[in-house]
């Protein structure tokens, strides 16, 4: 594991309308990670989103199908007593999951499936600040054929 990532197996509950599964609670967030804003996203089978990291925000991301990601980690913080490890698992459909990445973790996932999957993410900052007037708050390492952060 890596410092100060949280992984929750997310519980279904099912009956004859179909399912529901609880996201997000503010008793179950790490103190002073709460949500400013929400998205989902939809990413088509065999494309990945990143690698990149936040220098302040912590992302708390969502994987409840109907796809398959695999996650990637690194944790690039110099101060943490993890700095250099690297997570690789797989989240969705079959094992729905609540990640929770602060600061410095470089991530990445990639649907794995054959059907689209879905991410809804509920990061902690708002993107490109108030009212999108400010720097967005990404180092981007998906472009850089020289990084170590890559997925295989």
């Known amino acids: 594991m890596i410092d100060g990532v949280k992984i929750t197996e997310l519980k279904r509950f099912t009956d004859q309308r179909g399912w529901l599964s609880e996201i997000y609670r503010d008793d179950e967030l790490p103190e002073g990670v709460r949500p400013a804003m929400s ?3 939809e990413t088509l089978p065999g494309v990945a989103r990143g690698p990149h990291e936040h220098r302040d925000q ?3 991301f969502v994987f409840v199908g109907p796809g398959t990601f695999c996650v990637y980690l690194w944790d690039s913080r110099k101060n943490s007593p993890t700095y250099g490890e690297k997570m690789k698992f797989e989240v969705g459909v079959e094992n729905p999951a609540r990640v929770i990445v602060p600061p410095g ?9 054959q ?3 879905w991410c809804i993410n509920l990061p902690d900052r708002l993107y490109a600040g108030w009212g999108k007037k400010e720097p967005v708050d990404e180092i981007r390492h998906e472009n ?3 990084s170590i952060y890559q997925l295989d």
């Open 105 to 113: 973790v470089v991530h990445a996932y990639r649907c794995v499936s």
């Open 144 to 146: 850089d054929e020289t």
């Open 115 to 117: 059907v689209p999957g």
């Open 58 to 60: 912590t992302d708390i």
């Open 39 to 41: 998205y989902v996203s």
